[in-house]
């Protein structure tokens, strides 16, 4: 059966955006519902093919997470190449989406060492593979027509994202805690599944933008096409930094939470629940952002997107100033209260909406016709190499042990001063970066 193979010419939001939507919700639940129980799974539940306890190190369990992540955001490069030269964004989604569920179903069935690395190994290459595709499937659905509602849309995209993610880092921390990591990494892999289903139903309302890899060739040896991805290659670089910070929160600020004073509003909370914090805050501050704080900056100074970017860097340095003290505090032998890293949340997902819902859409603007899922497989790369970086890091410490000159507060003030170098140096790039928009054309 054919598909329609350009966006409806409309003014208005395109029919597929609802399946999407949905799709991305549900995705992202099961995405961020299991990973958020990895640093406990690993630190307390982990046992071998005998049920012997096989736990692991804070900083060996770093580096597991942050190496597997690294893997989630390099996959994307096959991912991108799958869709834009051989099977399109649709074909390549579903495919994948498939590949994903069996990930989550070994983590599911498998508690030992081996079942880890080939869950997460699997899902690494379903949800790694994926990513470009959704993420450039979205612009797709726009034409000219209705290119104006491209920041909306992206920011209804990230907003999914968070929706689904905020419910998931409540739910399967309880579930671990309650029911055990079977039960706790299955629910994702059930809602993954549904994600497969719900996208499938909504094929006949999308447009199905199809391969053409001679074009695919030819726009990429263009000079002009070359001149836009050196300079996208160089942003992506910077962005590096952002996201070897951000996601420690799954990591480094779950393991200094077992140390704090969980008490919120009378009630404890569990070490991992504090990452729904993020999700939660991210869907208060799109608006605000939208609506408020962008408008208002405006009146003073052009915001570009580069200036969004720049800005994000300097509050993502600022935010892990919070843990970096939280760490001496602890050292000191105090406990802390946990609304301390609730204030770091906060700081660091401004900081995330100010540099990854503005990396999306301006990736995609400046991405030409036939490279679409290239270039955004190309910006998920740097979160690929952040984790490479963390992990690395992670892994001199736990091989220096004692001796590690990164141990305590000196590890989170290593990072502030990278974040702040990088920050310092992406205005040159700001200054100079010269970009121009594509789009798909509508019929």
């Given at each position: 059966m054919s598909y329609r193979t350009a966006p409806v010419a409309?003014?208005?939001?395109?029919?597929?955006?609802?399946?999407?939507?949905?799709?991305?919700?549900?995705?992202?639940?099961?995405?961020?519902?299991?990973?958020?129980?990895?640093?406990?799974?690993?630190?307390?539940?982990?046992?071998?093919?005998?049920?012997?306890?096989?736990?692991?190190?804070?900083?060996?369990?770093?580096?597991?997470?942050?190496?597997?992540?690294?893997?989630?955001?390099?996959?994307?490069?096959v991912g991108g190449l799958i869709a834009d030269l051989w099977l399109g964004k649709y074909k390549t989604i579903v495919s994948l989406s498939l590949v994903y569920c069996l990930g989550h179903l070994v983590l599911a069935l498998d508690t030992t060492r081996e079942g880890l690395f080939w869950g997460l190994t699997l899902v690494a290459i379903g949800a790694g593979g994926i990513k470009p595709c959704v993420a450039s499937h979205v612009g797709d659905q726009f034409g000219r027509d209705n290119a104006h509602l491209l920041p909306r849309i992206y920011n209804w995209f990230y907003f999914a994202i968070n929706f689904g993610s905020m419910f998931a880092t409540l739910l399967t921390p309880w579930l671990m805690k309650a029911y055990g990591p079977h039960v706790a990494f299955g629910v994702p892999g059930v809602l993954m599944f549904l994600a497969t289903i719900l996208f499938w139903l909504g094929r006949h309302q999308f447009a199905h933008i199809p391969p053409k890899p001679r074009e695919f060739m030819q726009e990429l040896v263009r000079p002009e096409v070359l001149r836009s991805l050196s300079g996208l290659l160089l942003i992506y670089l910077f962005i590096t930094m952002f996201w070897s910070l951000f996601d420690q929160t799954a990591s480094r600020w779950v393991a200094q939470a077992t140390r704090m004073d969980l008490t919120m509003f009378g009630f404890e909370v569990l070490p991992d629940?504090?990452?729904?914090?993020?999700?939660?805050?991210?869907?208060?501050?799109?608006?605000?952002?939208?609506?408020?704080?962008?408008?208002?900056?405006?009146?003073?100074?052009?915001?570009?997107?580069?200036?969004?970017?720049?800005?994000?860097?300097?509050?993502?340095?600022?935010?892990?100033?919070?843990?970096?003290?939280?760490?001496?505090?602890?050292?000191?032998?105090?406990?802390?209260?946990?609304?301390?890293?609730?204030?770091?949340?906060?700081?660091?997902?401004?900081?995330?909406?100010?540099?990854?819902i503005t990396s999306l859409e301006f990736s995609y603007t400046q991405a030409p016709a036939r490279l679409k899922s290239m270039v955004m497989a190309l910006y998920y790369a740097s979160v690929f190499l952040g984790n490479v970086f963390t992990s690395v890091v992670n892994a001199s410490i736990e091989k220096a042990g004692l001796a590690s000159s990164l141990n305590g507060p000196a590890y989170y003030w290593f990072f502030v001063k990278c974040m702040a170098i990088t920050a310092l140096l992406f205005v040159f790039v700001a200054l100079f970066y010269k970009g121009r928009t594509y789009l798909q054309e509508a019929n």
């Amino acid at each position: 059966m054919s598909y329609r193979t350009a966006p409806v010419a409309t003014s208005q939001m395109p029919p597929g955006i609802p399946f999407i939507i949905g799709n991305e919700l549900a995705e992202r639940f099961s995405f961020y519902g299991m990973r958020t129980i990895l640093m406990i799974f690993m630190t307390t539940a982990l046992v071998t093919h005998d049920g012997a306890k096989d736990l692991m190190s804070e900083a060996e369990a770093s580096k597991w997470i942050h190496a597997y992540m690294a893997a989630v955001y390099l996959t994307p490069l096959v991912g991108g190449l799958i869709a834009d030269l051989w099977l399109g964004k649709y074909k390549t989604i579903v495919s994948l989406s498939l590949v994903y569920c069996l990930g989550h179903l070994v983590l599911a069935l498998d508690t030992t060492r081996e079942g880890l690395f080939w869950g997460l190994t699997l899902v690494a290459i379903g949800a790694g593979g994926i990513k470009p595709c959704v993420a450039s499937h979205v612009g797709d659905q726009f034409g000219r027509d209705n290119a104006h509602l491209l920041p909306r849309i992206y920011n209804w995209f990230y907003f999914a994202i968070n929706f689904g993610s905020m419910f998931a880092t409540l739910l399967t921390p309880w579930l671990m805690k309650a029911y055990g990591p079977h039960v706790a990494f299955g629910v994702p892999g059930v809602l993954m599944f549904l994600a497969t289903i719900l996208f499938w139903l909504g094929r006949h309302q999308f447009a199905h933008i199809p391969p053409k890899p001679r074009e695919f060739m030819q726009e990429l040896v263009r000079p002009e096409v070359l001149r836009s991805l050196s300079g996208l290659l160089l942003i992506y670089l910077f962005i590096t930094m952002f996201w070897s910070l951000f996601d420690q929160t799954a990591s480094r600020w779950v393991a200094q939470a077992t140390r704090m004073d969980l008490t919120m509003f009378g009630f404890e909370v569990l070490p991992d629940q504090l990452q729904s914090v993020n999700p939660l805050v991210v869907m208060l501050l799109i608006p605000a952002f939208s609506l408020g704080i962008y408008p208002f900056v405006g009146r003073f100074i052009t915001l570009t997107p580069l200036r969004k970017i720049g800005l994000g860097f300097a509050l993502a340095a600022v935010s892990f100033i919070i843990p970096a003290l939280i760490e001496g505090w602890i050292a000191a032998g105090e406990k802390p209260t946990i609304w301390w890293q609730v204030l770091a949340y906060v700081l660091i997902t401004a900081a995330e909406i100010m540099v990854s819902i503005t990396s999306l859409e301006f990736s995609y603007t400046q991405a030409p016709a036939r490279l679409k899922s290239m270039v955004m497989a190309l910006y998920y790369a740097s979160v690929f190499l952040g984790n490479v970086f963390t992990s690395v890091v992670n892994a001199s410490i736990e091989k220096a042990g004692l001796a590690s000159s990164l141990n305590g507060p000196a590890y989170y003030w290593f990072f502030v001063k990278c974040m702040a170098i990088t920050a310092l140096l992406f205005v040159f790039v700001a200054l100079f970066y010269k970009g121009r928009t594509y789009l798909q054309e509508a019929n």
